[in-house]
């Protein structure tokens, strides 16, 4: 997991690095970079601030460059992964009288459905109850397949037929959730192509009638950057409050973890890490920096 970032990232800190090599050696780190799935948004905010950092120093009067290179790369990796505001879902969930709502964003074939019955396994075993909806009326057999997970994990789901209103179904299982003293409502929605204009206007009228506490971007880490393209478009059209990764188990690259951080400046809550339901871990900010940064 994440082997190619992290020897992209320990092959730079380790060169021998002067005055003159300083500007062909960054040149190199951004091609890695960008070979590994970082945005070049991303990877240029990167080669920047290092070269900010060695502007006026003395490269060749550096006892070690080695040192100093780590230092700055863990100084701007953690920068980009750290949030304009942290979000602890469990005590956000804790924290409202009324159901909490969270919408489910993503495209076809990044794991939405899957993550969602991971996400409610994992919420009902800190101890709140759940309802999921279901929101994709769009894609046949979607109802079935949110029932089928919700089902193995024992969610209620709340459901219409198919090409009925999305909404409706959303603001059905949020009266449902309040009249049941529901804590948490689950909206799955149609696995959507950002370019599909009718279907970004009807995640639009969801989120106008859902009101949701929460705006989750599901994206895919083996996507690299189609997922950041997924995430930039629903970030215009509906906002993000947060990120889950999935497969970060097979990813060997990492750059869309970098690079959805530093476009959504949002929080990644979880990534997932497996097929089980039980396979969703909250994402260590402090374990991904250590595990792409190494100078062994």
């Known amino acids: 997991m994440l082997e190619k970032l992290k020897n992209a990232f320990s092959s730079f800190v380790k060169k021998t690095l002067t005055e003159k090599k300083l500007d062909i050696t ?5 091609l890695l970079l960008l070979s590994n799935d970082v945005a070049i948004d991303t990877a240029d905010e990167i080669c920047n601030r290092i070269t900010e950092s060695f502007k ?33 879902l469990l005590v956000e969930i804790r924290k409202k009288n ?9 495209v ?47 969610i209620r789901v709340i459901k219409h037929g198919y090409k009925s209103d999305p909404a409706s179904v959303a603001y059905d299982s949020i009266e449902h959730a309040k009249a049941k003293n529901v804590d948490v409502v689950l909206v799955d929605t149609a696995g959507r192509q950002v370019t599909d204009k009718n279907l970004m206007i009807e995640i639009q009228k969801i989120c106008r009638v859902a009101q949701p506490d929460c705006k989750v971007f599901v994206g895919d880490s083996l996507a690299g950057n189609d997922a950041l393209f997924q995430a930039k478009e629903f970030k215009k059209h509906v906002g993000i409050d947060a ?20 476009e959504t400046k949002k929080s990644i809550i979880f990534v997932g890490t497996g097929q089980s339901y039980k396979d969703l871990e909250p994402f260590d900010r402090d374990i991904f920096i250590s595990n792409i940064l190494d100078l062994s």
């Open 26 to 30: 960054i040149n190199e780190l951004r």
């Open 56 to 88: 006026n120093e003395q490269v060749g009067r550096l006892t070690s460059t080695q040192k100093m290179l780590f230092e700055v790369l863990k100084e701007i990796i953690t920068e980009i992964l750290t949030p304009e505001e942290d979000l602890d």
């Open 98 to 106: 009324e159901p909490y709502v969270i919408v489910f964003l993503g």
């Open 108 to 154: 076809n074939g990044t794991g939405k459905t899957t993550t969602m019955a991971k996400i409610a396994h994992y919420l009902k075993k800190e101890g709140f109850s759940i309802v999921a909806a279901a929101a994709d009326t769009f894609r046949a057999a979607a109802i079935e397949q949110l029932s089928y997970h919700m089902e193995n994990v024992g």
């Open 243 to 262: 990120n889950i990764l999935t497969k970060l188990d097979a990813d060997a690259k990492g750059g869309a973890a970098l690079s959805i951080s530093f």
